[in-house]
């Protein structure tokens, strides 16, 4: 199959029967229907993920809402070019990306199922962002549900903050977590996380930074009045 034909079944197959909605903007949006032949293989807050039973190589990631992501997120694909460790963009709509397919698993989903992670898949994605940085581009949102392991290596599988001025901590919150907790303990002992537990991590490391945040802005506001 070429792309063209690619870009065509999901136009007419999948984009005009497929229900997608955003409830909350914090929490994963909700997939309510995915018509015969496409499967979802992942969904974020912002965007759903299928693939085609007729094209593996492919995937087409379809936004719910903030449609100005979108060219954002195709821009910085431009900017990235090729790089193994890295999807890459075959085609833009309106709605939908047709992204190269990655394989393996989440992090977030290895920590669930208790496969272990080794500190090769760390280092391949310390060396992506590297590279991103060297592109120009600013690697932010970086987290356990945008990065994914397969066959030992590591890959980052969402690129849509990188455009933004600033980074964020995520991925250097992720690696300090990796090497104080994780690595003495759950690669010792992997034993699967259920995800409630997960999701109560992630939610609490929300209001963590949100405070931090929040201490920062009140702390240089005092020093403004003095
Ligand atoms: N190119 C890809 N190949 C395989 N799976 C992918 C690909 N892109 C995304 N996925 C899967 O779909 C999920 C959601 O995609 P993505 O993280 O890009 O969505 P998002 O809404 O932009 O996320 P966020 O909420 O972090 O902004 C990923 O966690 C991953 O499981």
């Known amino acids: 199959m070429n792309v063209e034909a690619f870009v065509q079944a999901a136009e007419e197959g999948l984009l005009r029967h497929l229900k997608i909605e955003s409830e909350d903007p914090y929490e994963p949006i909700e997939v309510k229907h995915v018509p015969a032949g496409w499967t979802c293989i992942g969904v974020g807050n912002y965007a759903a993920v299928f693939t085609y039973h007729a094209e593996k190589r492919w995937v087409v990631k379809v936004y719910a809402r903030d449609y100005e992501g979108i060219e954002q997120e195709a821009q910085v694909y431009k900017q990235l070019g090729q790089h193994p460790a890295y999807s890459h963009l075959l085609h833009r709509g309106n709605t939908y990306l047709v992204l190269k397919r990655l394989h393996g698993l989440t992090l977030y989903e290895t920590i669930h199922r208790g496969v272990r992670i080794p500190e090769q898949v760390i280092q391949d994605i310390e060396e992506a962002l590297v590279y991103a940085r060297k592109r120009g581009l600013r690697p932010c949102d970086v987290h356990g549900k945008n990065v994914m392991m397969h066959e030992g290596r590591g890959y980052v599988v969402d690129v849509s903050d990188f455009y933004k001025e600033q980074e964020d901590r995520k ?56």
Not at 184 to 207: C, E, G, N, S, T
């Open 171 to 226: 991925w250097r919150d992720l690696v300090k977590a990796y090497r104080l907790i994780y690595k003495p303990f759950l690669y010792k002992y992997p034993i699967p996380v259920p995800y409630a537990l997960l999701d109560f991590v992630r939610r609490a490391y929300r209001l963590y930074r949100k405070g931090r945040k929040q201490k920062l802005l009140h702390r240089e506001g005092k020093t403004k009045h003095m």
